[in-house]
C-alpha cells in the first residue's frame, strides 16, 4: 500500500497491489502482473468458498444463453422469418461472447472489483433478453440482434471469463475447480431449458424472453452478496504493463517463450475444439444419417451434453494429479476420440459407432474447455491470466463459427459424414502433434516470480557494492 506516483494511471493513487514483476525496480509504478492477494506462503491466490459458489451460480445464470434453440420455432412462427435470419442471433453472440472474453472482460477484470463485474454481467444480461423480447411487439429481428445478439452475448462472455479467473480462488485443486466452473455454463442451458420451454407454451416467446430478462435482473443482488462475501475489494487482473519501462534479462527471457506458448496453445484449442464441434454441432443429424431412429437421433444432444460435462471435470480433475499435468493432457487426450471418430467413419451404417464417435468428440471438447485455462494460468499467473486466456480463446470464437459450417458442406458434397468424420480425426492428432511440436516446457508463474526476485536482488547487491566501493576507491 501506500502513496505512490504510478506510470499506468498518471496520478497519485493509493493503491494495495503489489509491485509488478515485469518493472524494472520498485518504485517505476507499474501495477502487478503477478499474483494479487496471494496466500504468502505458497504465493498462490486465497482460498475462498464464496468466490467459486458465487463464480459457479454466475456461469449458470448466464448460461442461459444457450437456450437459444428452444426460442427458434415460437420466433419463426411470431415473426414470419426464416431459420436462417434467426440462425445469424446466435452467430452474432458467439462473436461478441468471444470478443467479451478476449477483450472487454480483460479491461474491467483490471478496473473494478469482481463483485461489481459480476452483478453488471448479471444487468446487462437481463437488460438484453428485454430488449430482445421487445421483437414480438415490433414484429422486427432488429431487437433480437441487439439484445440477445451484442447485450447478452457480451454480458455472457464477461461472466464466463470473470468464473474462470476465479476457478483459481476455489478452495480445492485448481483444475477441478475450472472443470466445474466452465461446466456451469452448459448446467445453465440444461437446467433452464424446461423453464424456457414452459413460458413459451404459456406466454410465447415475448414473454418467456421477458420474464427470463426478469429474473436474470433479479439475481443481481444475490450475485453480488456472494461475491462480496469473498471480500475481494480491488481487480483481480493487472492493468496491460507500459511497454517503454525496461525489463531485467529474466523478465525478457519470460516474454520472449510466454508468446510461442500462447500460440501454441491457440492452434492446439483451435484444432480440437474444432473436431469436436464438427460433430457436436450436428449430433441428431450424424446419428440420424447412420440409421437412427428419430427417437434416438434426438438424443444425441444428450450424449453432447453429458459427455462434454464430464470431459471438463475429468480433464480439469487430471491436472491435479501429480506427475500428470495440463501439458501432458493436451498431449494424449485428443487421441481418445481418434479410434472411435475413425470407426464411425469406417462404420457408416452403425448406431453405435456414431454414437460412440460423438461421446469421444464431445469428451475432448470438455477436456479442452478447461485444460487450456489450467496451463495458461500455470504459466501466467492469476493477474495476466484473464488478457493471455483471451488471445487464446479466441481459437474457440473461430472454431465455433467455421468447424459447423465445414462440416455441413462435407455433408452436402458426399451426402454422409464419412468425409466430416475423417476430419475430424485429423484434427484430433494434429491438435495433440502441435502441443508435441510447439509447446515447449516453460517455467511456471512461481517459478519465474522467483527468479525475477533473485535477479533483482542481485542486482540491487551489485549496485550498492558498486557505490560503497566508488566513495572508497580514491
Known amino acids: 500500500g501506500g502513496c505512490r506516483r504510478s506510470a499506468v494511471w498518471g496520478r497519485t493513487r493509493r493503491r494495495p497491489w503489489s509491485v509488478n514483476a515485469a518493472s524494472t525496480a520498485e518504485g517505476d509504478g507499474v501495477l502487478d502482473t503477478m499474483d494479487d492477494d496471494s496466500d504468502q506462503n505458497s504465493g498462490r491466490p486465497k482460498r475462498s468458498a464464496a468466490a467459486f459458489l458465487g463464480a459457479f451460480l454466475l456461469n449458470v445464470l448466464l448460461g442461459t444463453l444457450y437456450c437459444w434453440s428452444c426460442y427458434l420455432v415460437p420466433l419463426e412462427q411470431a415473426l414470419g422469418v426464416g431459420r436462417g435470419l434467426l440462425s445469424g442471433v446466435f452467430s452474432l453472440a458467439t462473436i461478441c461472447f468471444t470478443v467479451a472474453v478476449a477483450k472487454l472482460g480483460p479491461w474491467l477484470y483490471a478496473a473494478a472489483p469482481p463483485a461489481v463485474i459480476g452483478t453488471g454481467a448479471a444487468v446487462c444480461a437481463g437488460a438484453g433478453l428485454l430488449i430482445a423480447s421487445q421483437s414480438i411487439a415490433y414484429v422486427s429481428a432488429a431487437p433480437l440482434f441487439l439484445g440477445y445478439g451484442v447485450v447478452f452475448g457480451a454480458a455472457s462472455g464477461v461472466g464466463y471469463g470473470l468464473s474462470v479467473q476465479m476457478a483459481s480462488r ?13 461446466s456451469a455454463r452448459a448446467a445453465g442451458a440444461f437446467v433452464f431449458a424446461p423453464v424456457v420451454r414452459y413460458l413459451l407454451d404459456g406466454g410465447g416467446a415475448g414473454w418467456a424472453m421477458s420474464t427470463m430478462g426478469c429474473a436474470l435482473l433479479a439475481s443481481a443482488p444475490f450475485i453480488y452478496g456472494v461475491l462480496a462475501t469473498d471480500g475481494m475489494k480491488h481487480p483481480l487482473a493487472s492493468q496491460k504493463r507500459d511497454k517503454d519501462l525496461p525489463m531485467t534479462t529474466e523478465e525478457e527471457e519470460r516474454e520472449r517463450q510466454l508468446g510461442p506458448a500462447m500460440f501454441a496453445l491457440w492452434i492446439s484449442l483451435g484444432l480440437g475444439v474444432s473436431a469436436g464441434l464438427m460433430l457436436m ?38 491436472c491435479d494429479r501429480s506427475g500428470v499435468g495440463a501439458e501432458r493432457v493436451l498431449r494424449w487426450a485428443p487421441f481418445v476420440a481418434v479410434p472411435a471418430l475413425a470407426g464411425a467413419a469406417v462404420a457408416a451404417n452403425s448406431v453405435a459407432a456414431a454414437q460412440a464417435a460423438l461421446a469421444a468428440a464431445s469428451i475432448v471438447y470438455g477436456v479442452f474447455a478447461s485444460v487450456i485455462p489450467v496451463e495458461v494460468r ?23 463459427l467455421a468447424a459447423p459450417v465445414a462440416a ?9 459424414y464419412t468425409a466430416a468424420l475423417v476430419a475430424a480425426t485429423a484434427l484430433c492428432i494434429l491438435s495433440a502433434m502441435v502441443v508435441r511440436w510447439m509447446l515447449k516446457p ?29 566513495v572508497i576507491a580514491p
Do not use: M
Open 408 to 416: 455441413g458442406c462435407l455433408f452436402e458434397a458426399r451426402g454422409d
Open 442 to 470: 516453460g517455467r511456471s508463474h512461481e517459478e519465474w516470480k522467483e527468479a525475477i526476485a533473485e535477479a533483482k536482488r542481485a542486482k540491487a547487491e551489485e549496485d550498492a557494492a558498486n557505490g560503497i566501493s566508488q
Open 378 to 400: 500455470r504459466r501466467t499467473g492469476s493477474r495476466d491470466f484473464a488478457r493471455q486466456f483471451g488471445k487464446v480463446y479466441t481459437a474457440w470464437g473461430f472454431a465455433g
Open 281 to 318: 454441432a450436428h449430433a441428431s443429424a450424424l446419428l440420424y444419417s447412420h440409421g437412427a431412429s428419430i427417437g434416438v437421433a434426438t438424443a444425441g444432444v444428450s450424449i453432447v451434453s453429458v459427455f462434454t460435462t464430464a470431459g471438463r471435470i475429468f480433464g480439469g480433475w487430471a
Open 170 to 182: 476455489a478452495p480445492f485443486g485448481e483444475g477441478l475447480s475450472t472443470g466445474l466452473i466452465t
